[in-house]
């Protein structure tokens, strides 16, 4: 499964874009987000590839989860979005 990492200066309309893309050809992915900004930026882009989906009859569903991650040797909690199409209409 793609991670696609969100950082607080992402765009989320860019990021959506690559969510509509790459659930389109596989399915599903993942979206992971470490830190309140980046966490604000993911689900805003989750929103929009939502509606992306939706204008092609997709219904895109999305379960929030913690995972812990390393960054520079230091664990960090991330919160990490598996995004998938839940059924075609």
Do not use: H, W
């Not at 989320?12 to 309140?36: F, L």
């Not at 929009?48 to 995972?67: I, K, Q, T, W």
């Amino acid at each position: 499964m793609d991670i696609l990492r969100v950082s607080a200066n992402s765009s989320p309309n860019s990021v959506a874009g690559a969510i509509a893309s790459i659930v389109r050809s596989c399915g599903q992915t993942e979206v992971q987000s470490v830190g309140a900004g980046a966490t604000n930026q993911a689900v805003k882009s989750i929103a929009v590839a939502r509606g992306y989906l939706a204008a092609v009859g997709l219904d895109l569903v999305c379960f929030p989860e913690f995972s812990t991650v390393e960054i520079n040797g230091e664990e960090r909690t991330a919160m990490r979005f598996v995004c998938f199409v839940l059924s075609e209409e």
